[in-house]
C-alpha cells in the first residue's frame, strides 16, 4: 500500500509573514516586575497598608513571620483588569530548607497605570502546610496571570544565608522578533491546542492561525461528532456465555466484556477527530463523573455512559446532572438502581454532593474555603442530608422490559433507569438549606397509592432535588475549578477560578451551568492566554493518555508500518503508565483534586500517578514509540501504531548543524520557550547521529524533548 506523505507545513510557517487572525491583538499577560529597594537585590517592603496609605513609612529590612504583621510591596508592569482584585496575585517565599510557602494577599492597590501595591503578610495562607521560618534570608517572588516576577531576598528574623539563582533564558523564536512575525503567537496557539484538543497538529495549528480562538471554538461547537462512529457491541447476558468466554472466544469476550472497544475508539477519535473540543470535554467530564469498567462489566454498558456525556458537553450541566442520575451504567456503578425506600443506598446521594457538584465544604466566589469562628471549614452537609437525598433516589432501577433497548434475559444499560413504584420513598425531604435555595424541603405524598402517582411525585422530587443542588453557590467555582484543573492548570489563582465560577453560576448574563459559557471562559482567560508561563506552579503534568495523544497529533500517528491509521490499541500503555482509560480504580478519579506534590504545597493532581515505577515506564515508552512504534498483533487483528516525522526531514537535511531541526521542534512541541541549557545537550546529542541519518536525528532530538520535565508538564 502507498505510505501517507505529510506536506512539511513547518517550512510554510517559517517563512510565512502573515500574522493570521487573532482574538486579541496581544494576548500575553506581561511578567510582574517586583520592586527592590535600595539593596537592589532586596525587595521593598513598607509598614502596614494603613500606614502606607497615609503617610510614606521607613523602609522595612527584616520582618519576623507573623498572621498578625502586614506589609506592602510594590510591583510594576502589569495592568489588572477593575474586577482582579487581591487574589489575582500570588506571593510565593522559597527558604533555605526548600520548601516554599504561598503567603496571604489581602489587598491590592492601583498607583499608576502600570504600577500596584500589594499588602500582604508572611505566612502561609493555607494554613495547614507549615509556616515559614525566621532563619535569614529567603528569596520571593510573586506570580500573575501564570507568570512569575523577578526573586529578591527578605530578611526573615535576619538577613543573609541565601543568594538569588540565575534564571535560564529561554532559547528559539520569539513572537517578538521582527523576522519572525509569520509566528506570532504561535506558543498561544499550541497552548491552545494542547488545552481545547488532544494536542497541536500542523492542520489545526493552521486553522487556529486564520481563523482565531473564539471562530474556532465556534465551529467547534456545531462540528459533528463523532467523527468515528462509537462501537456497536450488543448488550450481553451478565454471565459470558460459553460461545463468548474469554478462554474459548476471547475475540468475542474482549469485544463484550471489556473496556477495549471504547478504548480503541476514544484513541481513534482523540488521534484523528474533527470534533476535537466535545471529546476533550467529554473526556475531563469522564474525570468528574467517574464510572469505571472495573465494576461497569460491558463495553456496550461504558459506551452509552459515554454518550451521556459527550451529549451534555456543550449543553447545560442540570441537564447532565438529570441524564447521569437516571444513566443505568452510574445507577449500577453507584448502587442506585439497589436503592429502595426498606433499604436506602447512599453511595450515590453522598458522590453527586462531594464530588459532581457542591464538594465537602462551603466555598468563596474564588474557590477557597470559607472558615468559621474558629478557622476551620463550614462543610456543605452532614450526614442527615445524605440520608434525606437518599430517599430521593429510590425505587430507580432498570428498564428491562418496555424500552427500546429491552430484551429478555438482557439488562437494559442503555435506556434511562424507570422507576419501580413499589420502591421509591415517599415520605417528606429536606434538603440543602442555603439563602434562596429552591425547594428545601420536599412534601410528603400522602395517600399515594395509585403507580403513576407515585411516578410523577418521584419525577418531580427528582428534579427539585438536583435543583437544589444545582442552585448552591459551590457550584460554579467548584466546577469551574475542576475543569480548569483538567485542561489548562492544576493550580489556578482564586481569581481566575473566580471569573470561571461566576459565569458558571450564571452572574455574567450566560444561563446558570451552560458548558459553552464555562468553556470559553477557561480557554480564553488570561491565565490560560500567552505564548509564556513562567510561574514555576503554572501548568499540569501531562497525564498517560495526553501524554500519548499529544505527541500522536504533533507527529501524526500511523500504524506501524506507516501505510494506515492507528488502531488506537493504546490503553494498555497508558495503564503501565497509571491510567487506563475508562478503568478508574475508584469514584475518586485517577488522581485527587486536591493532591499535593509530597514535602511541598504545590497543588498537582497528576502528580499523583507519578512514582518511581511510572516515571521509569513513561520512559521506556516514550523511547519504544519514538524509536520503534508499536507493533502490530496479527493474532487481534491490531495494526500497531508509530508516529510519521516526515514533516521535519527538510530541516533535518537541509542543516547539518542541527539548529534549524531544534528550533522546530522548538515552536511544536516547547511553545518556542525551550531553555538554551536544555538546547545546548540535545544539539549536543542531535550531532553526535550522523548527519547521513536524519531521521534518526529527528527521534533523538524528540525522544530528548519528550521525556525533559520541560515538556512533561503541559504549560
Given amino acids: ?114 504600577e500596584v501595591a500589594v499588602t500582604f503578610r508572611v505566612f502561609d495562607r493555607s494554613g495547614f502546610r507549615g509556616q515559614p521560618v525566621a532563619d535569614g534570608d529567603s528569596l520571593i517572588y510573586v506570580s500573575w496571570r501564570g507568570n512569575s516576577s523577578n526573586m529578591l531576598k527578605i530578611g526573615l528574623g535576619s538577613t543573609g544565608g541565601i543568594e538569588i539563582p540565575k534564571t535560564a533564558e529561554p532559547a528559539g523564536i520569539r513572537s517578538s522578533d521582527p523576522e519572525y512575525v509569520g509566528y506570532h503567537f504561535a506558543g498561544d496557539r499550541v497552548r491552545f491546542a494542547e488545552q481545547a484538543a ?67 475508539w476514544f484513541f481513534t ?13 467529554a473526556w475531563s467530564l469522564s474525570q468528574i463523573w467517574v464510572t469505571s469498567g472495573l465494576t461497569v462489566q460491558q463495553s456496550s454498558h461504558a459506551i452509552a455512559y459515554h454518550k451521556v456525556l459527550s451529549r451534555n458537553a456543550f449543553g447545560n450541566y442540570r ?28 453511595n450515590y446521594p453522598r458522590e453527586i ?24 471549614p463550614i462543610p456543605t452537609y452532614d450526614q ?6 437518599t430517599k430521593v433516589f429510590t425505587g430507580w432501577t432498570y428498564c428491562n422490559i418496555t424500552c427500546q433497548n429491552s430484551s429478555p434475559g438482557i439488562v437494559n444499560y442503555k435506556d434511562p433507569m424507570i422507576l419501580n413504584p413499589a420502591n421509591h420513598d415517599l415520605s417528606a425531604k429536606t434538603l440543602l438549606q442555603y439563602p434562596g435555595a429552591p425547594n428545601p424541603v420536599i412534601p410528603a405524598c400522602t395517600n399515594c397509592t395509585d403507580p403513576d402517582q407515585i411516578r410523577n411525585y418521584a419525577e418531580q422530587s427528582l428534579n427539585m432535588a438536583l435543583d437544589n443542588i444545582f442552585n448552591h453557590p459551590n457550584l460554579g467555582p467548584f466546577i469551574g475549578k475542576l475543569m480548569i484543573q483538567q485542561m489548562v492548570t492544576g493550580d489556578p489563582s482564586p481569581a481566575y477560578v473566580q471569573r470561571v465560577g461566576a459565569v458558571f453560576n450564571g452572574e455574567t448574563g450566560s444561563p446558570r451551568g451552560d458548558m459553552k459559557a464555562l468553556l470559553r471562559a477557561i480557554l480564553l482567560d488570561p491565565e490560560a492566554r500567552g505564548d509564556a508561563k513562567t510561574d514555576p506552579r503554572y501548568g499540569k503534568l501531562r497525564e498517560p493518555v495526553q501524554l500519548i495523544t499529544n505527541l500522536a497529533r504533533i507527529f501524526p500517528a500511523v500504524d506501524f508500518n506507516g501505510e494506515n491509521r492507528s488502531d488506537g490499541a493504546l490503553a494498555s500503555y497508558a495503564n503501565l503508565m497509571g491510567q487506563n482509560p475508562f478503568n478508574s480504580p475508584t469514584v475518586f478519579n485517577y488522581y485527587s483534586p486536591d493532591y499535593n506534590v509530597p514535602g511541598t504545597s504545590i497543588l498537582a493532581p497528576e502528580f499523583e500517578l507519578l512514582n518511581t515505577n511510572t516515571s521509569t515506564r513513561r520512559t521506556n515508552f516514550l523511547h519504544t514509540l519514538i524509536f520503534d512504534g508499536l507493533t502490530a498483533n496479527a493474532t487481534d487483528s491490531l495494526r500497531g501504531t508509530s508516529l510519521t516525522f516526515s514533516e521535519f526531514l527538510p530541516l533535518a537535511e537541509a542543516d547539518p548543524t542541527g539548529t534549524l531541526l531544534l528550533d522546530g521542534l522548538n515552536a511544536r512541541m516547547m511553545h518556542g520557550w525551550m531553555s538554551l541549557a536544555q538546547r545546548d545537550i540535545i544539539l ?9 541519518n536524519p531521521m534518526l536525528r529527528i527521534k533523538t532530538a524528540v525522544y530528548l524533548i519528550a521525556v525533559s520535565s520541560a515538556y512533561q508538564i503541559q504549560r
Fill in 353 to 376: 454532593l462531594q464530588l459532581f457538584s457542591i464538594g465537602l465544604y462551603e466555598l468563596n466566589p474564588d474557590g477557597t474555603l470559607q472558615l468559621d469562628q474558629n478557622g476551620q
Fill in 198 to 264: 488532544f494536542g497541536p497538529s500542523p492542520m489545526l495549528d493552521m486553522r487556529l492561525r486564520r481563523t482565531g480562538l473564539r471562530t474556532w471554538l465556534a465551529e467547534q461547537f456545531d462540528a459533528p461528532y463523532p467523527t468515528f462512529a462509537y462501537p456497536d457491541p450488543p448488550q450481553s447476558p451478565t454471565n459470558p456465555p460459553m460461545d463468548c468466554s474469554l478462554t474459548t472466544f476471547p475475540a468475542c469476550y474482549r469485544e463484550r466484556y471489556t473496556m477495549i472497544p471504547l478504548q480503541k
Fill in 384 to 389: 442527615e442530608t445524605v440520608n434525606q437525598f
Fill in 1 to 114: 500500500m502507498k505510505k501517507i506523505v505529510y506536506l512539511p507545513c513547518l517550512i510554510l510557517l517559517l517563512v510565512s509573514i502573515a500574522v493570521g487572525a487573532q482574538d486579541d491583538p496581544n494576548p500575553n499577560s506581561p511578567s510582574p516586575v517586583l520592586v527592590a529597594g535600595s539593596e537592589s537585590d532586596r525587595i521593598l517592603l513598607r509598614g502596614t497598608a494603613s500606614a502606607f496609605r497615609q503617610q510614606p513609612s521607613r523602609e522595612l529590612r527584616v520582618l519576623y513571620p507573623s498572621p498578625n504583621e502586614w506589609v506592602t510591596a510594590i510591583i510594576r508592569d502589569i495592568q489588572p483588569l477593575e474586577s482582579e482584585g487581591a487574589n489575582s496575585i500570588r506571593i510565593f517565599v522559597k527558604q533555605r530548607s526548600g520548601k516554599t510557602f504561598e503567603l496571604d494577599v489581602r489587598e491590592l492597590k492601583r498607583l499608576a497605570k502600570d
Fill in 684 to 692: 549536543q546529542a542531535v550531532t553526535a547521529v550522523p548527519a547521513s
Fill in 269 to 281: 477519535e482523540a488521534f484523528y477527530g474533527e470534533a476535537q473540543l466535545r471529546h476533550r470535554t
Fill in 319 to 346: 441537564q447532565l446532572m438529570y441524564d447521569m442520575t437516571l444513566n443505568p451504567a452510574m445507577g449500577h456503578y453507584l448502587d442506585m438502581v439497589r436503592s429502595t425506600r426498606t433499604n436506602p443506598n447512599e
